[in-house]
């Protein structure tokens, strides 16, 4: 598994509180908060809101 594949699927083995009450809060880089946010709402049934989100970098991609 590559990339935030691997912490995705560690989340989905992991039991969590729930959904009425709980609240996530994510932060890292950008596209693995993106995975994990899609994760919990998609997969795990958070609602959005319940969902807290706070990138703090981004990772720069050079062009060859």
Not at 8 to 26: E, F, G, I, K
Request: charged share 15%; proline share 6%; hydrophobic share 40%.
């Amino acid at each position: 598994l590559g990339g935030g594949s691997a912490l995705v699927s560690w989340l989905a083995r992991q039991s969590l509180p729930s959904t009425n009450s709980a609240t996530a809060y994510v932060t890292g880089e950008a596209w693995l908060c993106t995975m994990v946010h899609a994760h919990l709402v998609r997969d795990r049934g958070f609602p959005s809101r319940a969902v807290r989100v706070m990138p703090y970098w981004k990772t720069k991609f050079r062009s060859p």
